[in-house]
């Protein structure tokens, strides 16, 4: 499996993004897919999830303004993010596992793949 973040950039605090995840190797369909982010000097964060059936989880600062999706016929994995602030700069990173059990925690990072990431810089 290989997944290819791209959609980075530089922009300025209000703007919008779409990130996308490109997927190959296997099926998307039967992966769960998310994004996460490092800042500088920060730790990996997690930032949003979407599970086979369509089901999403966000970290609660972003809820309302990042939105997760996929189109399993583009193998593709988006990230829509609005609003951009001058602490989402990160670089952005996406990752792919199966899961089998109703109960996941998505933030824990324990995923079988994992993509490059893309770089996005807010300005203020």
């Known amino acids: 499996v290989q997944l290819q973040a791209s959609g980075g950039g530089l922009v300025q605090a209000g703007d919008s993004l779409r990130l996308s995840c490109t997927f190959s190797g296997r099926t998307l369909s039967t992966y769960a897919m998310a994004w996460f982010r490092q800042g500088p000097g920060k730790e990996r964060e997690f930032v949003a999830s979407?599970?086979?059936?369509?089901?999403?989880s966000y970290t609660d600062s972003m809820k309302g303004r990042f939105t997760i999706s996929r189109d399993n016929a583009k193998n593709t994995v988006y990230l829509q993010m609005n609003s951009l602030k001058p602490e989402d700069t990160a670089v952005y990173s996406c990752?792919?596992?199966?899961?089998?059990?109703?109960?996941?925690?998505?933030?824990?990072?324990?995923?079988?793949?994992w993509g490059q990431g893309t770089q996005v810089t807010v300005s203020s």
């Open positions: 979407i599970r086979t059936g369509g089901s999403t």
């Open positions: 990752a792919a596992v199966r899961v089998y059990s109703i109960i996941w925690d998505p933030s824990s990072g324990r995923y079988d793949y």
